[in-house]
């Protein structure tokens, strides 16, 4: 690589956890002007690799370098003083505040000591119309889409004079179009002679928006590619380190299961619904079977999840299992009634991070028990040890804090939590967001393993291709309503892309 | 060499070791400076001295302490624990009655009632933070505003003097050790088997990392919650007929006093965090044990009124030091910089 244009470099970096080594010698260069991916697994060390740059974690060895002089990022603030912004996977925003002070937030403008509101909205409105977005920013954060509140991320980051800026899996929870038009900021941005770090899971936004990938994988680096030479096959072989057999083979576990499918139902819902979260509908999951839930962000996926495990209550409508009825429903009910959820947002509902992985996994199971009886330390750790192997959970043991796993792992320690109560119907709701494709692999497949084993399925996914791989029937949402259910062959790409933008077209767009 | 050093490490890191330290130091300054501090002897068949002084009037300390941290580990805290103790000290009071070595009522019953009141405060609290969702400082203020004036229409405005004295050892007897003692003993092991030996401490720590993760995970938080501040009341309870029995009164408006305060303290001193999680009973009770020996080395050391106030801060402050993340960060990055150098 030629030097004319570096930006960022980093040399050697290596940092260790306890028990985890988490970078090994890795070098990155980013260039000016660049769109740089940065790919691997999860647990490859690409957070690892940020949190060095962004000051959040010191390193034990190596060197960075920015415009050619050494630099030491203390924290992020620093971090940011130097020019380097970072906008997170889930984001770092105060919601209860406006669009306009969380943009400003700690670097307010004075006038005559005191802050200066009018200074602050009409820049913050400026800000956003720089990447094409209007909207009342003396409005709460809060009230807007998970979208607009990545949009006003970035839009804080570059405010904050950023030479480099990094975004780590922004496109998570965006809609294509959303993508598209964030794609159309960052194009802008690097034509402005900014370097941008892409950390992304979704190989086509890769391959649409870089100019070069750099590979992680056990926290060392395989290399740096041109992405216009670099096939996608060898990018995931790559990243993998081995070639991609599983996913063929999970289309054939999927057909056998189909077959297998039996027709006593297990849970039927009739008319439920609760006014301004979702219209009222009506399914049936049998035993064995995964139903895919299908539908953009927002269109009332997450919603359904909620009634069904009873973390929102109706307000028509039943819920019946084997033919009775169970409502009201309350989590610590739909556990006792062996219905499980491993919620959407992984972060705030789902892992308890200061606590082992140990206790994380038994919290439900222990739960459902009761506080009285509790499980003595030999089956606790039995358990436990038995969900580390099976779901190939990467920690030295139980009793590590589940902070210090990655994205991928607590999402599985999440998963062992409720396959550790045995449950009859499991709810995932975006089981795979933001984890890597082999760990997603190793998702679906336990997903398919568990619905042979005749436990019902609630999968809702925004990639409509692990629905399609993994449901043997899919619910099509759109605008807080069920619009369809496919099965058999409807179940294909085209069918359920025309089911959920039906009337997108003649809708305001 | 290197196992040593570890060694040494994981112990500096243990939340323990600040309060194991100030500790260690109170009574160090003592072994230097205050002539008999250490004097332990035999009379009437009763061990005495100002160790065995500490342990008495810091009793009342710790148990509101073991309660406190229990509440705390769930991300709350309760500011009413002296006025429950005062509440506590004058139902007992009322129901002996001021006659002379006798009482209107059995002294089992009077406790039994005493404590089922002492548990309804702490339930009171509960409900007000779990069912109704107030904010625990909030909620808990409610009662520690309007504690002592239900403990003042309890005693009618007087001081209950109490003249039974079955009741008096309870604060103040012996069995070669004090009483109070065998009682503190006595249910820091109930506690910490209750919460140790069923999942309660498990549920308690998960509620105070993530209450929400925990909802999801079907823990039914608020029943915990509801029962961790009735066991916060209940302690409070204990130590109210303690600091009744060992002045022979109920003192509406003193009993307790500032106690809430010295409990979260103990509590914190003793490495629970205030924003909930993990928690260590015994780290609550060195805590108390800390507070305690400071005021009584005050005492013995002849400082001024005035100035022990001022040393117990500067104490508090030392250990908090010792505890925070950023001063820790500073301590132990400078001892594994020179190891290269110094091996």
């Known amino acids: 690589m030629s030097e004319r244009d570096v930006l960022l470099r980093m040399k050697s970096i290596s940092k260790t956890f306890p028990g985890v080594k988490a970078l090994s010698n890795v070098d990155f260069t980013l260039e000016r002007g660049e769109v740089h991916a940065l790919m691997g697994e999860n647990g490859a060390g690409k957070s690892t690799l940020i949190k060095v740059l962004t000051g959040v974690e010191r390193p034990e060895a190596g060197v960075i370098e920015l415009e050619g002089r ?18 997170y996977q889930e984001i770092n925003l105060c919601l209860n505040l406006s669009v306009a002070e969380n943009i400003f937030i700690g670097r307010e403008p004075l006038k005559f000591g005191r802050i200066d509101w009018k200074t602050i909205h009409q820049r913050a409105q400026q800000l956003l119309e720089r990447l094409d977005i209007r909207l009342d920013v003396q409005q709460s954060l809060g009230s807007f889409s998970v979208a607009i509140q990545q949009m006003v991320a970035i839009a804080r980051a570059l405010d904050i004079s950023a030479k480099v800026l990094i975004l780590d899996e922004p496109t998570s929870c965006l809609d294509a179009n959303e993508v598209e038009r964030l794609f159309q900021v960052m194009r802008r941005l690097k034509s402005e002679g900014l370097g941008i770090i892409f950390i992304s899971h979704f190989l086509d936004q890769v391959y649409a928006i870089a100019d070069r990938i750099t590979v992680l994988r056990n926290s060392e680096q395989v290399g740096c590619y041109s992405a216009a030479t670099l096939p996608r096959l060898e990018l995931v072989s790559k990243m993998l380190g081995k070639e991609l057999e599983d996913l063929e083979g999970l289309a054939r576990v999927k057909q056998a299961g189909t077959s297998r499918v039996s027709k006593s139902t297990l849970l039927e819902v009739k008319n439920l619904g609760r006014i301004g979260k979702l219209q009222p509908f009506d399914l049936e999951v049998n035993a064995g ?97 038995g969900y580390i192997r099976a779901l190939n959970i990467s920690t030295p043991d139980g009793e590590q804090l589940v902070k210090n796993l990655s994205g991928g792992n607590q999402q599985k320690v999440i998963l062992a939590r409720w396959l550790a109560t045995d449950p009859r119907l499991l709810i995932l709701d975006e089981p795979t967001k933001g984890i890597d494709i082999g760990a997603k692999t190793e998702i679906q ?31 099509v949402l759109r605008d807080r309503q069920k619009v369809t259910e496919l099965r058999g062959d409807q179940i294909n790409k085209t069918w359920i892309m025309q089911s959920i933008a039906e009337r997108v077209s003649d809708g305001p767009a | 060499m290197d196992r ?87 139902v007992a009071a009322a129901l002996i009655g001021g006659q002379l070595n006798v009482t209107q009522m059995p002294l089992s019953l009077v406790l039994l009632i005493a404590l089922l009141i002492a548990i309804l405060c702490g339930i009171w609290n509960g409900v007000l933070v779990a069912y109704i969702g107030i904010q625990p400082i909030v909620a808990t203020l409610i009662l520690m505003v309007a504690g002592r004036g239900i403990a003042q229409l309890i005693t009618q405005g007087q001081i209950l003097t109490i003249y039974y004295p079955p009741y008096h050892f309870l604060g103040a007897g012996y069995w070669f050790l004090p009483f109070s003692m065998y009682l503190v003993i006595a249910i820091f092991i109930l506690i910490s088997l ?57 003192d509406a408006n003193n009993a307790g006093l500032w106690y809430e305060l010295d409990a979260i303290l103990a509590v914190v001193i003793g490495g629970t965090a205030l924003s909930g999680g993990r928690f260590s009973l015994v780290g609550s009770l060195l805590g108390a044990l800390i507070i305690q020996s400071l005021t009584t080395t005050i005492y013995r050391f002849g400082v001024p009124p005035e100035v022990t106030l001022v040393v117990k801060a500067g104490v508090v402050f030392t250990v908090s030091l010792l505890q925070a993340p950023g001063f820790r960060k500073l301590k132990l990055g400078r001892s594994v910089a020179p190891k290269g150098v110094a091996q």
């Open chain 1, 445 to 475: 497949k336990l997903i398919l393993a568990l619905a042979r084993d005749g436990k019902a399925i609630v999968f809702i996914s925004s990639e409509i291709d692990e629905v399609i791989r993994c449901s043997q029937r899919v619910m």
């Open chain 2, 194 to 250: 209750f919460v140790r030996r069923t999942a309660l401490g498990l549920f308690i720590e998960a509620i105070g990392v993530s209450a929400s993760a925990s909802y999801y995970s079907g823990i039914n938080e608020k029943n915990i919650k509801l029962l961790v501040y009735g066991l916060c009341g209940l302690c409070a309870g204990i130590a109210g007929i303690l600091i009744s029995a060992n002045i022979r009164s109920a």
């Open chain 1, 70 to 87: 050494p630099i030491f990022p203390k924290d992020p603030h620093h971090a940011q003083s130097l020019g380097i912004s970072a906008v």
């Open chain 2, 4 to 90: 040593h050093n570890a060694g040494w490490r994981s112990l500096m890191n243990s939340p323990l070791s600040g309060a194991g330290l100030a500790l260690l130091l109170i009574m160090a300054f003592n072994l230097f400076f205050t002539p008999g501090f250490f004097d332990i002897r035999i009379q009437d068949n009763q061990l005495r001295g100002s160790l065995i002084d500490i342990l008495v009037r810091g009793a009342p300390l710790m148990l509101m302490a073991l309660g406190m941290t229990l509440v705390i580990a769930t991300g709350g805290v309760d500011l009413s624990v002296g006025p429950v103790a005062a509440i506590t000290g004058a």
């Open chain 1, 289 to 385: 079977e995964v139903v895919g839930l299908a539908g953009l962000l927002g269109s009332g996926r997450t919603e359904t999840a909620q009634l069904l495990f009873g973390v929102e209550q109706p307000d028509s409508g039943s819920i019946k299992l084997d033919g009775k009825e169970i409502q009201p429903l309350s989590p610590a009910k739909a556990l006792k009634k062996k219905i499980g959820l491993c919620p959407e947002n992984r972060r705030s509902d789902g892992v308890v991070p200061e606590l082992t992985v140990r206790e994380n996994i038994l919290l439900a199971l222990q739960a459902g028990r009761g506080w009285f009886r509790r499980l003595n330390r030999k089956q606790q750790m039995e358990i436990t040890n």
